[in-house]
């Protein structure tokens, strides 16, 4: 549910009795597609800000703790990814750190409403500055159906960068949607959830993501939490699963001697990542 009072936006958490907002200087833009509906603000502190269906998406600001953390440590858990399929992840944020990987020969990004992609080239250019990359594919359609016509054990690494599990991002959270992305990945593959708060969601969603993951035949899954101020609480996580591929070790000679910029990741933030909160292991299991 979002508000707009006195130049504030507000997202409100009903059922957790809280709030978040960001002081507004303007609207930019709004307009309902297909499937949702987008506003675009410009804010007084965090840049712009994209709303869907009256949630925070991203903003200009803080957006990079995000994308790199849904991007970076699966792609150096990863022996050598190669071909890696991004469901969702319209503003192409995360295609454009996927991109930075140059052992990446091809990247898709198959997100549902090509408006949210419109919309981040016109208002979040940075992330879109990778979009002419020859490696970079777009589709836009529904990326369960697109899950399992896919060709088995032909993907690397599937990143799900998706909205809350509510709507249009519902079937993504599932294990029919896992066991394709089970079918789809080589041996040694990995795929990436946005698993929401830990705070307020380890005993629900991430719970389910776990119990769905191993059911698809994911022998290894883990959560790695991280900071996301714009988000509710403000902390949030990424669920990795491995095919045949345990998540403890990854390439981290490799991850500090990265060819490009982070602004958030590096072999020491993924190595924090990777320690789990007691609450999250009494609930989760070691
Ligand atoms: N995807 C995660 C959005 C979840 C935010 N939830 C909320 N505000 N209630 C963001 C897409 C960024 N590429």
């Not at 009795?17 to 987008?38: V, W």
């Not at 009256?54 to 703790?65: E, I, Q």
């Not at 159906?145 to 998706?162: A, C, L, T, Y």
Request: hydrophobic share 35%; glycine share 6%.
């Amino acid at each position: 549910m979002a508000e707009l009072n006195d130049g504030w936006f507000t997202e409100v958490f009903q059922d957790q009795g809280t709030a978040f907002s960001l002081k507004i200087k303007r609207k930019l833009h709004e307009e309902k597609s297909e499937f949702q509906t987008l506003e675009i603000y410009e804010t007084e502190t965090f840049g712009n800000l994209m709303v869907l269906d009256g949630c925070v998406m991203l903003t200009s600001r803080d957006n990079f703790l995000y994308h790199e953390m849904m991007t970076h440590p699966a792609l150096f858990t990863h022996r050598d990814p190669k071909k890696v399929v991004i469901v969702g992840g319209g503003d192409c944020g995360t295609l454009r750190e996927v991109l930075r990987h140059p052992g990446v020969e091809e990247a898709w990004q198959v997100e549902i409403d090509e408006r949210v992609t419109r919309l981040s080239e016109k208002y979040f250019p940075e992330l879109c500055e990778s979009n002419e990359d020859p490696r970079a594919n777009f589709f836009f359609g529904d990326g369960i159906q697109w899950m399992r016509d896919i060709e088995p054990n032909s993907v690397d690494v599937i990143i799900v960068d998706s909205t809350d599990p509510v709507g249009p991002a519902e079937g993504l959270f599932a294990v029919d949607f896992y066991r394709d992305c089970m079918m789809a990945l080589r041996k040694g593959g990995i795929v990436v959830q946005q698993s929401e708060s830990p705070l307020l969601h380890t005993e629900t969603i991430i719970a389910d993501v776990h119990k769905d993951m191993k059911k698809a035949g994911f022998d290894h899954v883990h959560t790695l939490p991280f900071p996301q101020p714009v988000y509710p609480t403000g902390w949030w996580s990424c669920t990795m699963a491995g095919k045949e591929k345990p998540l403890k070790y990854f390439r981290e000679a490799d991850a500090a001697e990265r060819p490009f910029v982070t602004r958030y990741y590096n072999e020491s933030i993924h190595k924090a990542a990777l320690a789990q909160p007691q609450f999250m292991v009494d609930i989760l299991g070691k």
